[in-house]
Structure formats: structure tokens, C-alpha cells
Nanobody
Framework: VQLQASGGGLVQSGGSLRLSCAAS????????MGWFRQAPGKQRQLVAT???????NYVDSVKGRFTISRDGAKNTVFLQMNSLKPEDTAVYYC??????????????WGQGTLVTVSS
């Protein structure tokens, strides 16, 4: 199973970006999907998650600005980021809890996409 993330780039403060992450490979289903980010010199932190039932969770610093969504049929998760701030600058990683045919599950990470917000 692989996750391919895209959509990062350079944007001015106050601007918007939309990240996408598509899962491919052989698996039974995907449970929770999410986005994490890691700024230079800092630990990776959770940004947002979405369950296969559509339940969402956000870190306080992005509430009201970021929206996570998913296309279940395409096994794709999105992160719409509005009102971006310089402190949102980080490498963004997607993550998925993938359930295999035997009932076991594994955590899969995408390759990361860089988001840079200039002041």
C-alpha cells in the first residue's frame, strides 16, 4: 500500500492551498486517514483526522481555517487550508490506517509535501 501526497507549495500569508493524498495498492479497506506536519526543528504533530464515517478532529491551531475531507471511493484524503499563516510552514504528511484482508491493520505514511507560507 502506498500513499501519494501532492498540492504543497509556496503561498503568501492569508492564502490557500489544497493538499491531496491518494492510496493505492492491495488492501481490504481504509479506516482513519489524517494529516500530520513537521516544521524544521520540531516534532511531527497531528493536524487533522477523518474516520471512514466522516468524523473529523483538528488540532486547535487550525480549527476554523483547515478542512479535512475524503473520497471513499477513490481512497483519497484532502486538506483544504485557508487563511494560512507563516507558522503553518512545514512538511505535511498524510497517514492512513489500512486494513488488510486478514483483518490486521497497518499505519501507512505518505512521502510528505512541503508547504511554505511567506509573511
Amino acid at each position: 500500500v502506498q500513499l501519494q501526497a501532492s498540492g504543497g507549495g509556496l503561498v503568501q500569508s492569508g492564502g490557500s492551498l489544497r493538499l491531496s493524498c491518494a492510496a493505492s495498492g492491495t488492501f481490504f479497506s481504509i479506516s482513519t486517514m489524517g494529516w500530520f506536519r513537521q516544521a524544521p526543528g520540531k516534532q511531527r504533530q497531528l493536524v487533522a483526522t477523518i474516520t471512514n464515517g466522516g468524523g473529523t478532529n483538528y488540532v486547535d491551531s487550525v480549527k476554523g481555517r483547515f478542512t479535512i475531507s475524503r473520497d471513499g471511493a477513490k481512497n483519497t484524503v484532502f486538506l483544504q487550508m485557508n487563511s494560512l499563516k507563516p507558522e503553518d510552514t512545514a512538511v505535511y504528511y498524510c497517514n492512513a490506517a489500512v486494513i488488510k484482508s486478514g483483518g490486521t491493520w497497518t499505519s501507512v505514511w505518505g512521502q510528505g509535501t512541503l508547504v511554505t507560507v511567506s509573511s
